[in-house]
Each structure stands twice: as C-alpha cells, then as structure tokens.
C-alpha cells in the first residue's frame, strides 16, 4: 500500500502515522529489510547497523521482531536474521545487525552507533523526549542516517516538532487502509463505538490532535466526559452563534444541543451535550432552518442565540422560518475566554457529559485557552456549547444562589 512504501528524497526521518491496525508495524519491518539485505542473501545492503526502538524490551520483540508483522515473519528463509537473545540482536546472513533498545532506559542508547533506526510507537512512550534525544545523537553512521517512525499519533511535544522539521517526511493512514488484513467484525465494532469522537480520529483515523498549551478542556477530559446513552432530562436547549458572513470560506455558524437535569440544588445539576448541528456557507435562512429543524428533532424548550453581530436581525430571520419560536437573545459582556472559564470548570467537575459524534467540537474545545482560541478562524462551536450551559447551569445557579428580600 502507498503508505507503507519509504518516500524518496534525502529525508533524515519518516514517520509512518496510522490508526490501529493500519500496517505501520509490516511497514517498518519490511523498510528494515530493504536497507540491510542486498541482491542476494550474503550482498551487502544499504545499511549494517539498525536500531529497533520500542518502549519496552518486551515490546520490540515480541512486535517487531517476532510479531506477526514483525521482521522474521517477513523475512524469507534464505535471508532471515538469527535472534540473539543474550545480546537482544538480530544477525543477518550477511553480517548486518540489529539492536534492541527500550524508551524505558534512553542511556541505553548513550555509546552504540547506528546508520538507521526502526522506532515503533514512540508517541505514547514515558521518556520520549529523553529517548529520542539520546537515538538523535546515535545516528552518526553513513552518508545518510535515516530513521522510520510507526506511531499512532497522540499529542506529545516530540512528535510534533518532528513533524515540523524540514527534513521529516510523513505518511498517514486509516485502519480501514488495510481492511483486506482485519476482521470485518473488529471493524464494524470499534466504528459503531468510536466513529465521530476525538478518540476515534486518533486511533482509528491516525489523525494527530493537538491540546493548547493550557487549554480550558483537554482530550483526556473529553474521554472521560463520553457517555454511550444520554440520561433522561428536565430541559433542552439549542445555543446558535450566528455566522455574519456565507459562501465559501465562511464562518461556521455553531448549533449546539445541550440537556440538563436540574433537580436538587444547583450542585447537584447535570448536564449533557446532544448534538452538534453547526452549518457553514449557507446564509441566515439556512442556520436558521437548521437551528428549528435541531429544536424539533430534541425536543428543545428554547432557542439561545448571541446577537452581537447579528442584532435583531438574528430574530427576525428565526421569526421568518418559525413565527413562535421560543427564543432568547444572549449578549457577549466578556472576551470569549472568560465566557467559557465557568463552563470549564463545571467539566472539571464532572458534571457535563458528551454522546458520541462530538469529534469537531471537542476538537475546537482542547484549542481554547485562557488567552484564548489558538486554533484557526473562530470557535463558533464553542461559543454555542458555551451559551448552552450558561443558560442551563450557571445563570439559574446564580439566580438559585442570590439571596431574596423579604417584603415587610
């Protein structure tokens, strides 16, 4: 597959970034291969000396040396390597080696020296930084030391600055890239439970996520947020944040569903998000027909739009769709970072919940910082999720708290 095949180039690092099951692990195994082995079993190859780096000692042989796509199980017999266990190296017929190293002990690499390295999984290692730091200065051999890198991307500092660096070179694909290799029920199975989550681009879609330094909301606590079947509720609302502009490049125009339960004290309100519904490009009687046809569909009490840049406008192009429509207009006071601050916190908490299939909000929300938004264009998602629960939770908290005069 396109994906598994090295780049040309005079590239220093390759990285290989898949969801589960992709054929990264067949994809460093076979690129091994093809830098030690020549034309024939005792030719030499491109390179003599490999590193195989994993986060375990356990791991790098169990997956990359002796896993079912690891490097024996690819080698053909004339040319397979001897495993030397005491050693932890493989031994080609024709005198290349192999070393094994764990992410665990990055002075392990302090004095060996190499013209390739195989590095599997390195953005869920403990000492990534240290290790990769340590192969950095290991790679010294040849005209030209390369290193591939297998890895399901995850929001590690290491991984993104290889990305950046002119001299890496990446490749991505999703599991279902090598569908024709896995079973069609593990298929089926993680994208009924995973499809439209942040945790389902990551692992199955091999889409690198990036929190904000200091972000309000991080892609653990969207994990821990998500919740298979959305409770029983006292009220729903819809929050839109109207797009001012339409057409192509435009502003989205967030539409977010959000219920809450609301018995008890205030402490012990709940709240869970339902739906994304934002629209983009298609002009104020567009959102506004989205918006409704969202109300209908969850059974909403009330429309909550911001009118900042809208007006009275925004009423009236909801009125033209829905004469009756129950709605309330919101006015921002504050930046858009103080504004979502509170609802953070109610996250923190543990009392907001999410369904499944909220991937680009939550994805908006791990971008928004106390400094604010440092994703592109505007968190329009955000906004809305953010005027939700102002409506549901802290506004009537506040009204609940707020000590009431007694006539005489």
């Not at 017999?77 to 992410?103: C, H, M």
């Amino acid at each position: 597959m396109e994906h598994q095949l090295a780049p040309a180039g005079d590239w220093r690092s390759w990285v290989i970034m898949g969801g589960r099951g992709a054929g990264k692990t067949r994809a460093g195994a076979e690129w091994v291969r093809s830098q030690v082995e020549g034309a024939r079993p005792l030719d030499p190859g491109i390179k003599k000396r490999i590193a195989l780096v994993g986060e375990t000692y356990d791991q790098v042989r169990d997956v990359m040396v002796f896993g079912d796509s690891g490097i024996l199980s690819c080698s053909p017999p004339d040319r397979r390597p001897t495993w030397k266990a005491t050693e932890r190296k493989l031994i080609w017929p024709n005198g290349a080696q192999a070393q094994v190293f764990s992410a665990h002990d990055p002075e392990g690499l302090r004095g060996p020296q190499f013209d390739a390295a195989w590095v599997d999984e390195m953005a869920k290692w403990k000492k990534a930084r240290e290790t990769w730091d340590m192969l950095q200065f290991a790679l010294r051999l040849g005209e030209v030391p390369q290193v591939c890198v297998t890895t399901t991307p995850r929001n590690v500092g290491v991984l993104k600055e290889l990305l950046t660096l002119p001299s890496t070179v990446v490749t991505r694909a999703p599991t279902e890239a090598n569908r024709a290799n896995l079973a069609a029920s593990f298929l089926e199975e993680v994208r009924s439970r995973y499809d439209g989550t942040r945790l389902g681009r990551q692992e199955l879609d091999g889409v690198l996520l990036a929190d904000a330094e200091g972000a309000l909301w991080t892609t653990e606590m969207m994990q821990t947020a998500r919740i298979e079947t959305a409770p029983v509720l006292d009220r729903v609302v819809v929050a839109l944040d109207p797009a001012v502009s339409s057409g192509t490049g435009a502003d989205e125009c967030g539409i977010v569903v959000v219920g809450a339960q609301t018995d008890g004290p205030p402490q012990d309100w709940r709240a869970c998000v339902l739906a994304d519904c934002t629209v983009q490009g298609v002009g104020p009687s567009g959102w506004a027909r989205a918006a409704i046809a969202a109300m209908d569909q969850y059974g909403a009490e009330r429309l909550v739009a911001e009118v900042n840049q809208g007006g009275q406008l925004v009423e009236e192009v909801l009125r033209q769709v829905d004469p009756l429509v129950p709605y309330r207009a919101v006015h921002a006071s504050r930046g858009k970072a103080a504004r979502a601050e509170p609802v953070a916190a109610l996250y923190e908490q543990g009392r907001v919940r999410h369904v499944r299939g909220l991937g680009d909000l939550e994805e908006q929300m791990c971008l928004m910082t106390p400094r604010g938004y440092e994703g592109q264009g505007s968190p329009d998602r955000v906004d809305a999720l953010v005027w939700a629960l102002h409506d549901l939770m802290i506004a009537p908290a506040a009204a609940y708290r707020r000590p009431r005069i007694r006539s005489l």
